[in-house]
């Protein structure tokens, strides 16, 4: 059975820092770029940032480049994603998903929503208050 589990959300202050842990098993981890993406109450899904393990590529959305990091432990079928300066307008329920790597697909086209994820997480409420 394909599992994502998400955890590290909670209520922190503006400026302040969370971790962010996805839990995967039930897939080959090293196949799949694996993503980040949150939703706010009324605004679309964003692709935050997206991850292919295995060649060590990476894509952050504008709005958190700089301040976020994902990472990657594909020892332990783990995605990380390190949430620094965060602000209100970060506020949101934060999604672990996969999808197979194939031919032209990029962490970039991933995150942005090009394609329909294979796999979701059930989420993690990261709050952030002024």
């Known amino acids: 059975e394909v599992q994502l589990v998400e955890s590290g959300g909670g209520l922190v202050q503006a400026g302040g820092s969370l971790r962010l842990s996805c839990a995967a098993s039930?897939?080959?981890?090293?196949?799949?770029?694996i993503g980040w993406f949150r939703q706010a109450p009324g605004k679309e899904r964003e692709g935050v940032s997206c991850?292919?393990?295995?060649?060590?590529?990476?894509y952050y959305a504008d709005s958190v480049k700089g301040r976020f990091t994902i990472s990657s432990d594909n020892a332990k079928n783990m995605v990380y994603l390190q949430m620094n300066s965060l602000k209100p307008e970060d506020t949101a329920v934060y999604y672990c998903?996969?999808?197979?790597?194939?031919?032209?697909?990029?962490?970039?086209?991933?995150?942005?929503?090009?394609?329909?994820?294979?796999?979701w997480g059930k989420g993690t409420l990261v709050t952030v208050s002024s």
């Open positions: 998903a996969a999808i197979k790597f194939r031919s032209l697909v990029t962490t970039a086209m991933v995150c942005r929503g090009y394609y329909d994820l294979d796999y």
């Open positions: 039930g897939f080959t981890f090293d196949h799949y770029i």
């Open positions: 991850i292919r393990s295995s060649y060590g590529s990476t």
